[in-house]
C-alpha cells in the first residue's frame, strides 16, 4: 500500500537560516509527488510537483527514488513561510491524492 | 472565480443522524474528490466523481455515498454519524483526472457529531 511518512509534526527555523521538511514514501511504481501548503486561514493549495521541476516562492524538491524521499527545501526561510506543509503522492491513473499528516513550520523573526 | 465552494462551512449533528454536504467545483472542472481530514491528520481520500460516475473510492464504510450532478456540483452523505465521522471535509476539483494534474480544494466543511 502506499504510503507518505512526514517525520516532523512541528519545525521551528529562524527567519534567514535554511528549511527542510522531510517527506518520505512508500509505492510500488513510478511515484508522482507533490507538496501542497496551508496558509493561516486559507485552504489548501498546490506549492509544486516533481514532475514541473520549478521553483516556487524559493522551494525545490528533487525526487529521490533511492531513498524514496522528497524533501521540501529552501536556502533562507522568510515569515511568510510559515504554514502547515504536506507531502501527497498520486495514485497511478488518476489524481487521488495521498497524504502525510504534516509539518507545521514557525518561521522564528 | 470563486474557486471551489462547499456548504455548510460548519453543522453539528447528532449521533445516528444522516449529513449531506455540498460542493461546486471551479467552472469547467469535471473531476470533484472528497477528502476526509481529522484533527491532526492529513487529508484522507473518500470519493472521486468524473464525469458523474465514481472513479474511485478510499477505505470508509458504506454509510459514506456521494454523487455528481449534471453541472458536476457534487454532495457527500454520511448516514448514521459516529463521534468519529467528527473533521473536516474537503472537497477538490480538478479539470482532468489525469496523474499529476492539480487539485484545487475548498475551504472545507467541518462536521461535529454529538
Known amino acids: 500500500a502506499q504510503r507518505v511518512t512526514q517525520p516532523e509534526k512541528l519545525l521551528s527555523v529562524f527567519k534567514g537560516a535554511p528549511v527542510e521538511l522531510k517527506c518520505n514514501y512508500s509505492?510500488?511504481?513510478?511515484?508522482?509527488l507533490f507538496w501542497y501548503v496551508q496558509y493561516s486561514r486559507q485552504r489548501l493549495q498546490l506549492l509544486l510537483r516533481?514532475?514541473s521541476r520549478e521553483s516556487i516562492k524559493g522551494f525545490t524538491a528533487d525526487l529521490n527514488k533511492g531513498e524514496t524521499s522528497f524533501h521540501l527545501k529552501k536556502p533562507f526561510a522568510q515569515e511568510e513561510d510559515s504554514a502547515m506543509y504536506y507531502c501527497?503522492?498520486?495514485?497511478?491513473?488518476?489524481?487521488?491524492?495521498?497524504f502525510g499528516t504534516g509539518t507545521r513550520l514557525t518561521i522564528i523573526p | 472565480d470563486a474557486g471551489v465552494t462547499q456548504s455548510p462551512t460548519h453543522l453539528i449533528k447528532t449521533r445516528g443522524q444522516q449529513v449531506t454536504l455540498r460542493c461546486s467545483p471551479i467552472?469547467?472542472?469535471?473531476?470533484v474528490s472528497w477528502y476526509q481530514q481529522v484533527l491532526g491528520q492529513g487529508p484522507q481520500f473518500i470519493f472521486q466523481?468524473?464525469?458523474?460516475?465514481?472513479?474511485g473510492r478510499g477505505n470508509f464504510p458504506d454509510r459514506f455515498s456521494a454523487r455528481q450532478f449534471p453541472n458536476y456540483s457534487s454532495e457527500l452523505n454520511v448516514n448514521a454519524l459516529l463521534l468519529g465521522d467528527s473533521a473536516l471535509y474537503l472537497c477538490?476539483?480538478?479539470?482532468?483526472?489525469?496523474?499529476?494534474?492539480?487539485?484545487?480544494f475548498g475551504q472545507g466543511t467541518r462536521l461535529t457529531v454529538v
Open positions: 477538490a476539483s480538478s479539470l482532468t483526472r489525469k496523474r499529476g494534474t492539480e487539485a484545487f
Open positions: 509505492y510500488s511504481g513510478s511515484p508522482e
Open positions: 516533481h514532475i
Open positions: 501527497a503522492l498520486s495514485d497511478l491513473g488518476n489524481e487521488k491524492l495521498t
Open positions: 467552472s469547467g472542472h469535471k473531476s
Open positions: 466523481y468524473y464525469e458523474k460516475e465514481e472513479r
